[in-house]
């Protein structure tokens, strides 16, 4: 083999991010990408000022940690893409506070429980709410904590879009703010968040009904603004398998229904992915309630 056709040493993470800032645009939003995938993360692209993926791509389920992959996401998408990150395998899970449907920081009040963001690592978001992070406690598993905790708060567990992120809020930019330090050096999250959230059933006290991930306020807002973007498909799926698990009612309606509200969102979805995700809420239903539940 001769000297130059030899291959060439494995660069160290940090010559992989200097040659990258050398040889492409110095993009805010590539910078905070390397820093999150140096911080242990996984980093997916979203279309540039909202939360959807990419024509074609799968969003979090892309989500990389190898800087030259993410760096041919951005030369094929775009150096200006909205970043988010996987929060599967990261022991961290996101208390998404909204401020704008649903006062979720007035729910908080209400239930005696406050957040003093002063002390935490979170980020504001366009619709100036909150994304908390924390540090799941030894012996807790994200799959053992439900998402949907009271009305406008949530538990994200899977993905978050990032600062320096943005959204059109009313035609204009809007952007996620970080505050805090690195999402890595978050807090443990409090004994009475993981008390709120926890859906494990205990000897003697077996858990029957099933537990929404949404609200009855949070569907109430669907039904007159639309299914919200990046959220589309769960809401699709929940909100027609909810209606579909009532009694007699007809499937027909419901799926006229699904249609209705489709068309309300900002950016509704397709026809054909509207049908499959309904057959797929409907199959469920039918799955469920041959086997005696609801």
């Known amino acids: 083999m001769s000297e130059d056709t030899k291959?060439?040493?494995?660069?160290?993470?940090?010559d992989q991010v200097q040659e990258v800032s050398n040889n492409f645009?110095?993009?805010?939003?590539?910078?905070?990408?390397?820093?999150l995938i140096q911080q242990g993360f996984k980093v997916y692209l979203l279309?540039?000022?909202?939360?959807?993926?990419y024509a074609?791509?799968?969003?979090?389920?892309?989500?990389?940690?190898?800087?030259?992959?993410?760096?041919?996401m951005f030369l094929k998408y775009g150096a200006n893409s909205n970043i988010g990150i996987s929060l599967a395998d990261t022991g961290i899970a996101v208390l998404d506070i909204d401020k704008h449907s649903t006062n979720g920081f007035q729910s908080l009040i209400q239930s005696g429980h406050t957040l003093n963001l002063d002390n935490e690592i979170w980020e504001m978001t366009p619709r100036s709410g909150a994304h908390v992070f924390f540090k799941l406690p030894d012996g807790v598993k994200a799959d053992d904590l439900k998402h949907d905790l009271m009305a406008g708060v949530e538990l994200l567990t899977d993905k978050?879009?990032?600062?320096?992120?943005?959204?059109l809020v009313d035609g204009i930019e809007a952007e996620y703010k970080h505050f805090g330090g690195n999402i890595i050096k978050c807090s443990v999250m409090p004994?009475?968040?993981v008390k709120m959230a926890s859906n494990v059933?205990?000897?003697?006290?077996?858990?029957?009904?099933?537990?929404p991930r949404y609200s009855i306020d949070q569907r109430i807002n669907m039904m007159i603004n639309g299914f919200d973007v990046g959220e589309r498909n769960n809401q699709i799926m929940s909100f027609a398998g909810w209606l579909l698990s009532i009694r007699n009612i007809d499937p027909n309606l419901v799926y006229e229904l699904v249609q209705k509200i489709n068309?309300?969102?900002?950016?509704?979805?397709?026809?054909?992915?509207?049908?499959?995700?309904?057959?797929s809420a409907y199959n469920r239903e039918v799955k469920r309630a041959s086997m005696g539940g609801r």
């Open 7 to 14: 291959k060439a040493p494995e660069q160290k993470f940090s």
């Open 25 to 35: 645009i110095k993009s805010d939003y590539i910078i905070k990408s390397h820093d």
């Open 47 to 53: 279309a540039q000022g909202t939360n959807v993926p």
């Open 56 to 72: 074609h791509s799968r969003g979090h389920l892309d989500a990389t940690n190898n800087v030259r992959e993410l760096t041919d």
């Open 160 to 167: 978050v879009t990032v600062a320096p992120s943005i959204k």
């Open 191 to 193: 004994d009475w968040l």
């Open 201 to 211: 059933a205990t000897s003697g006290n077996r858990q029957k009904k099933r537990v």
């Open 263 to 279: 068309s309300y969102s900002a950016v509704p979805l397709p026809d054909k992915e509207v049908n499959t995700i309904f057959r």
